[in-house]
């Protein structure tokens, strides 16, 4: 039905067609990735396996709506409704990864896109991240991206992007 009306949308040249179609545009993609997690193969790994697991779905919520807050893996248990035992052989085998080191990962995402694009400075960027000091954040965001933020920041690693 979104098809049909994109290409309806399509024909028309109404104020607000082009807001329309932008926005279908975008639920339709979100359409085509829901099917695609809900329709994965059994013993498929990745992202899209991940959040179609009911225990690692609801650790990756978490962390993805709180990203600054200090997670324990007693913490993403406690949410995710598991063992932390549980939860670390989930993630492992979903995403080959520790779930400490998928929320590592994220932060440096999220402070390698802010400091990329932004002129925040690195203090701000790692405080808003979950870090409560500058040089903890450093040593963090080399161990991940290979550089320093500074050097992220000057252009070094433009044709980079964090490990997760």
């Given amino acids: 039905s979104t098809v049909r009306q994109i290409l309806a949308l399509a024909d028309t040249a109404t104020p607000g067609t082009e807001l329309m179609l932008g926005r279908l545009m975008e639920l339709l993609f979100v359409e085509v990735l829901r099917r695609y997690a809900e329709n994965l193969p059994a013993g498929t790994k990745g992202w899209f396996a991940a959040i ?3 225990i690692v779905s609801r650790a990756l919520q978490s962390v993805h709506g709180d990203p600054s ?3 324990t893996v007693d913490d993403l248990a ?3 409704g598991a063992s932390r035992t549980v939860l ?3 993630f492992n085998a979903l995403l080959g990864q520790a779930p400490i080191e998928y929320v590592t990962g994220w932060r440096m995402q999220l402070a ?3 400091i990329r694009n932004s002129g925040d400075s690195l203090a701000a960027i790692a405080a808003d991240i979950g870090y409560e ?3 903890a954040f450093n ?5 991940v991206t290979g550089v320093t933020p500074g050097r992220w920041r000057d252009g070094v690693a433009s044709n980079s992007s964090p490990q997760t």
Wanted: aromatic content about 8%; hydrophobic content about 35%.
């Fill in 78 to 80: 406690r949410v995710a």
């Fill in 112 to 114: 390698a896109e802010r």
């Fill in 88 to 90: 670390a052989e989930r």
């Fill in 69 to 71: 807050r200090r997670w």
């Fill in 133 to 135: 000091s500058e040089a």
């Fill in 139 to 143: 040593r963090a965001f080399k161990r």
């Fill in 52 to 54: 179609g697991d009911p």
